[in-house]
């Protein structure tokens, strides 16, 4: 009666989880090191550094607003004071418009430290374990930061407060229009990760 239902219940439930822990170790099994996926690992070290640009460069023109010299500084904790000095020399000799940051640039840049830096981290995870959701938001990251910069760019070559050394300028830049479409060509493959269809199977 009652006991033989619990007994089978209880093996029921024990299959179940043998099962399900089965299916993870064969995934687990089938997942690629991103040591072995190189175009990865460039795109890992895409968001690390874009990462490490958004609570430096970005957070600091969101922050500071306009800054054209070292005068005009309160030097915090964050970002260090010699970041500040380079920032500073920076839009001086190549950049201007950074310097003078108007409304519309400073909004646009705090998009960055707080919108993008924690997508940053989750897309870095997501790339080393092969998470196939991360196709979108990369999608949608990739189109925000190219519109950004045709805005960007058009006001540095064009604007009033037109770059002094256009050639540095295109160098820096460039990073911020080759490096999104890289990843957007990455993502737009089905399937992401090419262990996807050895999972299904598996599982």
């Not at 990760?193 to 299904?200: I, M, P, R, V």
Request: proline share 5%; glycine share 4%; charged share 20%.
């Amino acid at each position: 009666g009652k006991v033989s239902l619990a007994r089978e219940t209880s093996r029921q439930y024990i299959r179940a989880s043998v099962d399900n822990s089965e299916q993870d170790s064969r995934k687990s099994a089938v997942m690629t090191s991103i040591w072995k996926r190189p175009l990865d690992i460039i795109i890992v070290f895409i968001f690390v550094q874009f990462f490490i640009i958004a609570i430096t460069i970005d957070y600091t023109q969101t922050v500071y607003g306009s800054v054209l010299s070292v005068e005009e500084l309160e030097f915090g904790l964050w970002p260090p004071a010699s970041f500040l000095e380079a920032f500073i020399w920076w839009c001086k000799n190549v950049d201007p418009l950074l310097g003078h940051n108007p409304m519309w640039y400073e909004t646009m840049a705090s998009f960055s430290p707080f919108l993008y830096a924690p997508f940053y981290i989750v897309a870095i995870y997501a790339f080393i374990y092969e998470k196939e959701w991360i196709r979108v938001p990369s999608l949608m990251w990739g189109w925000g930061l190219l519109v950004s910069m045709i805005v960007i760019l058009r006001e540095e070559i064009y604007g009033v407060y037109a770059t002094k050394n256009l050639t540095l300028l295109l160098l820096a830049y460039g990073g911020y229009v080759a490096m999104p479409l890289f990843v957007m060509i990455r993502v737009a493959r089905t399937p992401l990760f090419s262990n996807k269809d050895a999972k299904k199977k598996t599982g």
